[in-house]
C-alpha cells in the first residue's frame, strides 16, 4: 500500500462530498444512526444522542492523526450540504494490500444510487491512489440492498458464512464480496 504524504480526500462526485466528520455534523449523523431500519443489519444502534456523540467525538479524534490506515467518511450531499450517511475504508491486512468498504445511508436518500456512487469513488481511490490490491465488503444474507450495491460494483461474491455473528443477540449468516484491482482496472494491479 502507498502511504500518500497528504489526505487524498475529500472526494468530490457528480452528487456527493465524501469528507471527514465535522463537530457540527450531530444533527445529521444522529437522524441516520437513530434509526432501526438504518441499524437494522448493523451491530450498532439505533443510537441514542450520547451513543451518536460518543461516536461523532471518537470520529473526530481519530482523523486528527495522520497517516491513518482507516478511513471513517462523511457522505455529503452536495445540493443541501447535509450529511446523508457515512462510509469508510479499513486497512484489514497491510502486507496483502486488502481493505474492507463498509456504508450506511438515510433511508431518504435509499434507492437513489448514491451508496453507489460513494462506494464506486472510494473503491477507485483505494485502487489508484492507495495501490490496494482487493477491497471486501460484508453483509447479512438479509440485507439484499447492501449486497445489490456490492454486485452494481462488480465485487464479486466469495462465501457465505453460517452464523459468523452475533448481531443484537441472534446469530447471523454473513455474505462476504471483494473485488481485486485487477479487475477494476487499476494501475495498481500486478
Known sequence: MT???EPWFPIRTERLLLRDFRRADFDDVHAYAADPEVSRYMPWGPNTPGQTREFLDRALIEQAVWLRLDFGLAIELTATGR???SISLDLRDGPNRTAEIGYCLHPASWRQGLITEAARALIDAAFRTLRLHRVLATCDVRNTASFGVMEKLGMRREGCFRRDRQI???WRDTF????????WGSPGAQ
Do not use: C, F, Q, R
Open 3 to 5: 502511504d500518500p504524504t
Open 83 to 85: 450529511v446523508i450517511g
Open 168 to 170: 443484537k443477540d441472534a
Open 176 to 183: 462476504s464480496y471483494a473485488v481485486l484491482a485487477e479487475d
